[in-house]
């Protein structure tokens, strides 16, 4: 008996994709490979290739992956960011510079005016020239107390030199 | 949003998100593609070092040229055209493509060179059938081969090959047909 190559020719003559056989529900093919053992065989064949195909061992990325592919890409941010300030022409920079600075000595006038930095008490906490001042007080007070501790003691030995005089001269 | 629910939107939406500067999203989408990339590019470049290579490069430049994809495409087809360009162009550079083709408009003056077999790393081809039907999917002419692994491979439908590769659904099941026809004539006898 010949082989029946049927499915075999339509498929060489593309007027059928086995792919589709099924899907397409085409009832007049599905019904001659039930009954012809030889196309039934052919398209069976033709499943198992392409099974064997998709059992391939599936290849997945290393577990470095995730981390090379971050460093890579801040590395691309940095170039851009890089890019994006170089693009900036040089007196754009200059200027956006000394705007910063100028904002800063402004900022730091504008303070000045409001007293922050006067030598007040009124507040809670003393400000530090108050600190400073009291502690120089301090310190003249206690260079007067011993100036006078020293005539004293000068005074004393006076004292004492005279007494000692009129006991020898027997006053 | 959080990463939950970014795996419920369409890679076009992730797309558009990572472009107004969402760089959650491109996480998202590195996470959905990189290992369908990889296992597509490594049955072309047949080495994992440069397989994964050329799927770093590719979300660089996914991440570099967000700006050009244009929601006319889908985000599989412009991720899968970079890869596969770049796969190609280091074949090429390498000198270890496997076979090249000067193909007329027809596709029927093909002339092709094929090697035996380009060095392969058979690490993950460790038995012999994975051997054979690798072997026989090499053999295959190039415009056979890429659709193979696309549909069989990669599980694409017939529509995203079509875009992918710019040519007519109905050429890609007749290119398939005949690139099954040719392997069921080369490795049926392997897998009774």
């Not at chain 1, 600190?131 to 006078?148: F, H, I, P, R, T």
């Not at chain 2, 070092?49 to 996914?62: M, N």
């Not at chain 2, 087809?77 to 162009?89: F, M, R, S």
Request: net charge negative.
């Amino acid at each position: 008996m010949e082989k029946c190559c049927r499915l075999e020719e339509m498929i060489k003559k593309e007027e059928l994709v086995y792919d589709v056989i099924a899907e397409e529900g085409n009832n007049e093919i599905l019904e001659h490979i039930n009954s012809c053992s030889d196309c039934g065989k052919f398209v069976s064949d033709l499943k198992r290739t392409s099974d064997s195909v998709r059992s391939l061992l599936k290849v997945t990325v290393s577990d470095s992956f995730d981390a090379a592919l971050r460093s890579r890409i801040n590395m691309i941010r940095n170039e851009q960011k890089k890019e994006r300030v170089e693009a900036v022409p040089l007196y754009s920079r200059v200027f956006y510079y000394a705007s910063g600075i100028a904002a800063i000595f402004i900022a730091f006038f504008y303070i000045s005016s409001l007293g922050l930095f006067d030598n007040t008490t009124d507040g809670p906490l003393p400000s530090l020239n108050s600190e400073m001042s009291l502690a120089s007080e301090n310190a003249v007070s206690k260079g007067n107390s011993a100036v006078d501790s020293l005539e004293n003691m000068n005074k004393s030995v006076q004292d004492d030199e005279d007494l000692r005089l009129k006991v020898s001269t027997g006053e | 949003m959080d990463m939950m629910n970014l795996k419920k939107l369409t890679d076009e939406e992730l797309m558009l998100r990572f472009q107004n500067g969402d760089e959650d999203s491109y996480s998202e989408l590195v996470e959905r593609y990189k290992n369908k990339l990889m296992n597509h590019i490594f049955y072309y470049m047949k080495d994992r070092e440069s397989a994964e290579d050329i799927v770093q490069d590719t979300f660089d430049r996914v991440y570099l040229n967000k700006e050009k994809y244009k929601e006319i495409a889908k985000v599989s087809t412009w991720i899968y055209t970079i890869a596969i360009n770049l796969a190609k162009t280091a074949l090429s550079r390498s000198g270890k493509m496997n076979s090249f083709s000067i193909t007329g408009k027809d596709g029927e003056n093909d002339y092709e060179i094929k090697d035996k077999h380009s060095s392969t790393d058979r690490d993950v081809l460790k038995n012999e059938l994975s051997d054979i039907i690798m072997s026989s999917i090499d053999s295959l002419e190039e415009k056979f081969r890429e659709i193979v692994m696309l549909r069989d491979i990669d599980e694409m439908s017939y529509e995203e090959i079509a875009a992918l590769l710019q040519i007519p659904t109905g050429t890609v099941k007749s290119r398939l047909n005949r690139a099954r026809l040719n392997l069921r004539d080369a490795i049926t006898d392997y897998i009774k």
